[in-house]
C-alpha cells in the first residue's frame, strides 16, 4: 500500500501537501485506538515547527552560493528522502501492531 501511495505522489505531483495529506491517511491505520489525540497532536508539532527549517536553509544555500535556483536540490533531498522511508513502511505489520498495543493496554486498565 505504501508503494501505491509513492507512486501516486510521483505520478500526481511531488508537492508537500500530497506527501503530508497522505502521510496523515496512511498513519491513521498505524495508530493506537484511543491515542488518536496524541499522535496526531505530534504530528502537528512535527508540520508546524519544521516548516521555518526549509525557509532558514534556503536562505543559508542562497547566501553562500549566490545562485536563487541552489535550494531546490535541497528541496529535492527534502521531498525524496521521506518518500523512500515511506516506502519502507509495512502498513499490514503497524495495523497489527497497533491493535496488539491496544489489546494490551486495555487489559492493563481493566
Known amino acids: 500500500m505504501a508503494s501505491a501511495g509513492v507512486i501516486l505522489i510521483l505520478?500526481?505531483?511531488s508537492s508537500y501537501d500530497?506527501?503530508?495529506?497522505?502521510?496523515?491517511?496512511e498513519s491513521c491505520w498505524l495508530i493506537p485506538i484511543?491515542?488518536?489525540?496524541e499522535f496526531f497532536s505530534l504530528f502537528q508539532i512535527n508540520s508546524k515547527g519544521s516548516s521555518w527549517i526549509g525557509t532558514i536553509a534556503s536562505g543559508i544555500i542562497i547566501n553562500?552560493?549566490?545562485n536563487i535556483r541552489s535550494p531546490f536540490w535541497f528541496l529535492l533531498a527534502v521531498i525524496a528522502f521521506p518518500a523512500l522511508i515511506f516506502c519502507m513502511v509495512?502498513?499490514?505489520k503497524g495495523k497489527k501492531d497497533a491493535e496488539k498495543y491496544s489489546k494490551r493496554e486495555n487489559v492493563e486498565n481493566s
Open 90 to 92: 509495512n502498513v499490514e
Open 34 to 37: 484511543g491515542h488518536e489525540n
Open 64 to 66: 553562500y552560493t549566490h
Open 18 to 25: 500530497t506527501q503530508v495529506a497522505l502521510a496523515f491517511v
Open 11 to 13: 505520478t500526481n505531483g
